[in-house]
């Protein structure tokens, strides 16, 4: 422990040495948020069902420093938590995103704790394997992970990559993986291969996913990850989704429809889920903003709604109403399930600088 502790404190330091100089150069650009939320959770997790009061604050601030052909990034995340899960809250000030990267004419190196999201999923996401995006999220925000990438484009339909990622929280070794993306006719396709260990478990786990994303009229995605684990039940999480936009309606109104199936290793299925969700643009500055979510399994069936609005170009804010027939149980915690709902209000400001 006391060697990383130190090790980090040296990162840090290189860091801060690298920006103070930045800090006088017009290729710098500061950017960030400051997010502001109430939310009253009624009805939870507590035996009493008695209503939980939450206040939450979070800035970001991001600096990118941009030269050619190594340029930098490195942003800070402070923000509130519940240290007991209780009334006692703290504040933790951590990095949020720190990378170099160097581009070259048809290959880009990228190392640090980054950004990887794939997949064209929306609300069930068979390979959301290094992201924690929350659907209902508007700004999207999700921890990264600590990775060399590099990316080799031969062309400028064609993306190949691979990566060494490194997972304090799950294992010592390195994590490595790869993925090849194709622009098609209408839409684009990729393949995935992603390899954990977890020394404490005890698991080796190899993943082996495809998507395929097609804009014909009304956009078509499929989303496919096998989990092959080494000593356990191997399963399957399948997602087929289409969504269309009715210009002719209000302001245009965009739906869609997710499908996912849990298989097992024989392809049976286990478990389904369905998820419905809609924009809807009032004007040009207010949307409604929906999610609806059914387990089969469980009989779960939960719903998400937001109110939207962009007061100006710095600031918006949002209301939002989560509902659940019934409150997931202990299992369903721990086993991840894609559709957790809880029961609560939020009120939400977040201005952007």
Not at 9 to 36: H, R
Not at 130 to 141: A, L, Q, T, V, Y
Not at 194 to 206: G, I, S, T
Request: hydrophobic share 35%.
């Amino acid at each position: 422990m006391k060697e990383k502790s130190i090790s980090k404190t040296i990162i840090y330091y290189l860091i801060i040495l690298l920006l103070v100089p930045a800090l006088y150069s017009k290729k710098l650009e500061i950017s960030g948020d400051i997010d502001f939320s109430y939310t009253n959770l009624y009805a939870n997790y507590d035996l009493a069902g008695e209503s939980l009061d939450k206040f939450y604050y979070e800035t970001i601030v991001n600096m990118e420093l941009k030269t050619s052909p190594v340029d930098y990034f490195y942003s800070t995340r402070i923000n509130t938590f519940d240290s007991l899960g209780d009334d006692q809250n703290g504040v933790r000030i951590l990095p949020y995103r720190y990378w170099a990267r160097y581009t070259g004419k048809k290959s880009e190196i990228r190392l640090g704790l980054q950004k990887m999201v794939f997949g064209p999923g929306k609300i069930l996401r068979p390979l959301a394997l290094f992201d924690s995006i929350d659907p209902s999220d508007s700004s999207k925000k999700t921890g990264g992970q600590k990775a060399l990438r590099f990316s080799y484009f031969p062309d400028t339909e064609t993306t190949l990559q691979t990566w060494v990622i490194k997972n304090d929280a799950e294992s010592s070794k390195i994590h490595y993986g790869g993925r090849y993306n194709s622009v098609i006719k209408r839409g684009e396709a990729s393949l995935v291969y992603q390899h954990w260990e977890n020394d404490f478990l005890h698991v080796k786990e190899d993943i082996i996913g495809c998507d395929l994303f097609l804009d014909i009229t009304i956009g078509f995605w499929i989303e496919h990850a096998s989990h092959l684990v080494d000593g356990t039940a191997n399963y399957n999480l399948s997602t087929l989704g289409i969504d269309y936009t009715f210009q002719s309606i209000g302001n245009g109104l965009h739906i869609g429809i997710e499908h996912m199936i849990n298989t097992d290793s024989g392809f049976e299925v286990q478990d389904s889920y369905t998820s419905l969700f809609w924009d809807i643009p009032l004007n040009d500055s207010r949307s409604i903003y929906g999610i609806g979510i059914y387990a089969e399994k469980s009989h779960t069936t939960g719903v998400i709604i937001q109110m939207r609005e962009n007061v100006n170009d710095r600031l918006d804010a949002e209301i939002g109403f989560n509902w659940v027939n019934k409150l997931p149980d202990f299992a369903s915690l721990a086993s991840g399930s894609p559709f957790l709902l809880d029961r609560r209000v939020t009120f939400r400001l977040v201005y952007s600088f």
